[in-house]
């Protein structure tokens, strides 16, 4: 292992949880850090909320400061459990209307996206975001495209590009400086084990990682090693 990539665990998180979060949770706050929008008392849409990533994302988004969290997705379950925080509006994109609902919530103003979806989903969001006047809101808005769970490829309307200041990104493995990562991960874990960051999570052993890896069962899987 390169020297640096090591980072202490909290005493007061397990290592299967700290083996489960450290992922999903990266994966939304990496480009929430490094984003030049406004985050502090900002608004954050999250489109892919009811996964475990997409869930992570909205409270690591409230808790970086947003002062707003749009949560988009399609279990009912988990969005009404991101509801229960006065500062998160949820849109359900299981609903025959959800195109409508979406874009509504983005006309009433964005800083930051991040997107665990693309395909259909990103191209009505990001048709929310044109600006149509030069009297029109054009705050800069940050879109962060994380996964593509709705689609890999999408139709998009060069006129959005200069609608408004709207930077397209995408934020991965390869995008991320491993210093800035590593620097990171010690606050990431610290605020796991604070509890700000629940995961579900199911533990195999090696040996059963065949039956476990396919099993249908809830929770995030962790492979443990030895007794």
């Not at 491993?178 to 606050?187: C, D, S």
């Amino acid at each position: 292992m390169p020297n640096g990539f090591a980072v202490p665990i909290p005493d007061a998180l397990t290592s299967e949880v700290a083996a489960a979060v450290v992922n999903p949770a990266m994966s939304s706050w990496m480009p929430l850090r490094s984003s030049t929008s406004r985050l502090d008392g900002g608004t954050v849409a999250v489109l892919g909320a009811t996964g475990t990533s997409g869930c992570l994302a909205v409270r690591i988004a409230l808790h970086l400061g947003a002062a707003r969290v749009i949560a988009a997705g399609r279990n009912a379950e988990a969005l009404a459990r991101l509801a229960e925080d006065p500062r998160v509006v949820t849109v359900s994109l299981a609903d025959a209307d959800a195109d409508e609902h979406l874009a509504a919530r983005f006309a009433e103003g964005i800083d930051i996206v991040l997107d665990y979806l693309w395909g259909p989903v990103a191209e009505v969001a990001l048709g929310a975001l044109r600006a149509h006047s030069l009297t029109a809101r054009r705050t800069p808005v940050d879109y962060v495209q994380i996964g593509a769970m709705a689609g890999r490829s999408l139709q998009l309307d060069a006129a959005i590009l200069r609608a408004r200041p709207l930077t397209i990104r995408g934020s991965g493995g390869g995008s991320i400086d491993p210093a800035l990562l590593f620097g990171e991960l010690p606050k990431i874990l610290d605020v796991a084990a604070s509890g700000e960051l629940p995961i579900a999570i199911r533990t195999a052993p090696l040996p059963d990682v065949s039956r476990a890896w396919d099993a249908d069962a809830p929770g995030r899987l962790v492979i443990t090693i030895g007794d």
